[in-house]
């Protein structure tokens, strides 16, 4: 989030009407000709159809930010995240959604705010299971991720806030246990998005915490924008530097950002993904800043600035052409989504940024060099009147590529507009050129929010990504995927054979004479944690899928003649399975 | 007794009065001459004791007589145009009738094409048109103090202050010693802060209240008021769109260039097409930049030009060497060089054309640039403008032009430091 521009630079003065027309009238002039307005109501083939469930469904929540007015504090603005995880084992997504609390005097004993769990009975309602299952976080809640740090079967917790972080660990009874100070993960900072993934190649999750800012109340400020006052961005603080735990593998972590030489201290992050980005079987780290370049930390010594340099990870964005924007701008970096949108087997890059600035697609070239292709892929255009928070990239259509959606809202404060956003969806059209196909999409892509986190699973199993969006004032959003399309899926549960996930690996799938690559990520969007199971868009197969896998161990499987329309569970070593709530329970 | 009656000699009578109307004629001629002739100088002491009505009843009685008269011309032009109590209707117009009659020959040339520039551009607020009286009046008389000035004015308040170098320059040559450093300020004013540089001519103009400076919405304002005032333009059509552009909003950029008239060949801008290629670029329309690219007007040269063709290498095309040329003459233009963004593209190319070494450290050049364009350190810049007549803080002036690369500036500083020094105390205490 961005609120760096001086007071006269963050808004256009009023526009008067006789130049506010967007129609276009005559088209003249040499090469102005042959372009019309982009018809913003571009009709797939397949027209999309999202719907709000979450009241139906039971989902009722609504974050409490305590926005105090005139405070303008910032934490309140930023809004909270969502996990979807099958924190019980029956097969079935629950979710998960982070509150705020007081935050001029945290009373970490109060239950009115607290963290809730929502327990998916498969049938398409939900239970809040928040009291019984003991997941009583109640800090200033802003993200969390799901891992299972353990290894002992059952996804665990770790929630960052606004003060001291949590991690919540699975008990495998339905409950979970509050450990974060004893596992010595309890980080006092301003902490947003999180993943884990193995850092140290000993085969158990580590946890990468991405930091804010150098933030409270003694040092917050207040800033003016056209001549009302605002929440000051990150330019008016100092940064703080990321967290780095190792797993001792005995239910303790060792913070170990300088030994890695994970060490970046002008971040002031937002988002964190983890992805093999040059297909060497290990993981990179990227990390997307606000209004700082952005990190991408590797192991590949061949890309490290000073090869000489002993320690295991080098931050190579800036030689990359990932940190800052194609003319070297920095940028508002809020969320984060990867996929290969362009089908060349190369991971790609989209983050979301600031209003009137582009959103931007980082084209991975391979050997971890990066074109900012922002433009050419239309994400730029269909973004300038945007200010982007969560996204998920998502095949909505099943038709093989990932297709985006993005929570939209500003950042100024109600008093200033705009505040409330529309969502998009994003057709990727298969060449990675993306068209808003918002309108089309449902109601809730009518409506105006201040969208904050959003992860995406298949909730109810049907093969299509549904959608759990968190809002600032209004109720959290359920958005089901009702599109019909007629077309087939591909459900992957993948465990390494030391239960952890398949972070850093690869999967290649072979069907009607096609093959698609895709690398396998964890983390993403904005304090948020999606469904950790694959789903791949078939298209109009017809016949069986084989498969190719790429373990982060480095060990290759091949699968044969898996049947589409289900899921399977494929652990490392062993033989593929379906899963069996697949048949059973759609 | 015999009476006669005297000889009535016809011709002699006719020949007596012709004379004696001849005479008349010529007095009442000789007079009117000379009364039109003293009118003239009658007129100019009017204009000096600012009674613009008799100005031009005398000069009115004289151009009648005196059509082709240039000088008179003018001094009627200013006597319209100088008279507060008429509207603008019934001065500038007229006003500028006059000065229209000024022909190419007359020595007043040059003198009339920049007063009708100048009555254009800073009361009909039509820059396009301005702009054009401007560059004839500097054809005409490269030395026309006033002509490089508002043209210089003109270019940096239609946001082509790249392109304002060359009349910038010669009003530099043509500023006496002691009042270089003050021109040296403007110009870097106007290209490290072109929001508030125009002060002055914004509040002449309307778009600020009286001594209040210049912001952001008053550039918008003056580009809106260019476009309304100056619809035929292509130029006045650019300017808002680019401004548009910059704030992030280039649907609306396009939507004004679609407006702007399509004109003959020759009299299309540059400042069109850079425009047109960067907002069709931003709106991921490469088809249609290709285009424009490919019609862009000749001469190919130029900061725009070079920068735009890189672009379209670069971002649509690919052709990674070919931009890394293209961006290279940008950069080595004077405007290019403080386009740290232009430098991280040229390096970002270098990188993908496998030139790691060169893009590293053109990036390092490129932060060093970046860093100069900090708030901090031109809040520094203009504390020392504050003090022209102290040389030893004008020598960062220099050492901050000498790490843009930019040897006139430093070279003019430097002389002005020279000539200060040479000053007795007097001078350099006075206030500048």
Known sequence: MSLVLSCDQSRSPQVPKQIQNNETTSKVGTGLSAITQRDSSVTPKIKPKFSDVAKPSGVAFQRFSEIVPGRFFLPEIMGGGVAWFDYDGDGWLDLYVVNGCRLDNPDRSQTNYVNRLFRNEGNGSFSDVTFSSGALENGYGQGCAVGDFNADGFPDLYVTNFGKNSLLENNGDGTFSEVGSTAGVDDPSWGTSTVWLDLDDDFDLDLYVVNYLDLHSGNSEVCEYNGKKGYCGPGSYQAKADRVYLNQNDGTFIESAGKLGIEAAEGKGLAVIAADFDNDGRSEVYVANDMAANFLFTRTQDSADDPRSNSPFHNVAQASGCAVSRDGKNEASMGIACADFDGDGLIDIFLTHYYQAKNTLYRNRGSLVFDDDSRRSRVATTSFGTLGFGTAAFDYDRDGVNDLFIANGHVLGPEHDPFAMKPQLLRNDGRGRFDDISPLAGEYFLDHFVGRGVATADYDNDGDADLAVTHLNRPMSLLRNETETGRHFLGLQLKTAARTSAVGGRVVLTFDDQKKVITLTSGGSYLSSNDSRLLVGLGDLSGPVDLEIRWPSGKVEQFQGLEHDRYWLILEGHQSMPFSLSEEHR | ?432
């Open chain 2, 1 to 432: 007794m015999k009476f006669s009656f005297p000889r009535f000699n016809l011709r002699k009578t006719v020949i007596r009065c012709a004379v004696v109307i001849g005479l008349i004629a010529l007095g009442v001629a000789s007079s009117v001459l000379f009364r039109a002739h003293r009118g003239l100088s009658a007129a100019e002491t009017s204009v000096r004791h600012q009674d613009w009505p008799q100005a031009r009843h005398q000069l009115e009685r004289y151009l009648w007589l005196h059509p082709n008269d240039s000088q008179a011309r003018i001094l009627m032009a200013e006597a319209l145009v100088r008279d507060d109590d008429l509207t603008v209707e019934k001065s500038v117009r007229p006003a500028i009738g006059h000065l229209q009659q000024v022909s190419e020959s007359s020595p007043q040339f040059a003198e009339a094409r920049m007063r009708e520039g100048r009555l254009r551009f800073l009361v009909l607020l039509q820059p396009s048109a301005a702009e054009k009286q401007f560059r004839q009046a500097v054809a005409a008389d490269p030395k026309s103090v006033d002509a490089n000035l508002l043209l210089w004015k003109l270019l940096d308040m239609t946001g082509r202050q790249s392109m304002s170098g060359p009349s910038f320059w010669r009003l530099y040559d043509l500023t006496p010693e002691k009042s270089r450093g003050m021109r040296l300020r403007e110009w870097y004013l106007s290209e490290f802060h072109p929001g508030t540089a125009n002060s002055a001519f914004d509040e002449k103009m309307g778009f600020v209240p009286r001594g209040s400076a210049s912001s952001e919405g008053a550039v918008f304002k003056r580009l809106l008021e260019f476009r309304e005032q100056d619809p035929n333009s292509q130029l006045t059509h650019a300017a808002l769109a680019e401004w548009f552009r910059l704030q992030g909003d280039p649907q609306h950029a396009l939507f004004l260039l679609q407006q702007a008239p399509q004109l003959n060949a020759l009299s299309q801008d540059p400042f069109f097409y850079a425009t047109q290629v960067e907002v069709l670029i931003d709106l991921g329309e490469f088809d249609g930049a290709v285009e424009v690219m490919e019609s862009w007007p000749k001469p190919h040269s130029g900061y725009s030009f070079w920068r735009c063709r890189g672009i379209v290498n670069d971002e649509v095309l690919k052709d990674f060497q070919a931009a890394i040329t293209d961006y290279s003459k940008a950069l080595a233009i004077p405007a290019g060089k403080t386009d740290w963004p232009l430098m991280e593209r040229k390096a970002h190319c270098l990188v993908l054309a496998q030139r790691k070494a060169e893009a590293a450290a053109l990036r390092k050049k490129a932060k060093v640039v970046e860093r100069l364009m900090e708030g901090a350190v031109h809040q520094r810049m203009r504390r020392i403008l504050a003090e022209l007549q102290r040389p030893e803080g004008l020598l960062e002036m220099c050492d901050f032009y000498h790490k843009l690369g930019r040897t006139r500036e430093v070279e003019s500083w430097q002389q002005y430091i020279r000539f200060l020094k040479e000053q007795p105390p007097v001078f350099r205490s006075s206030n500048l």
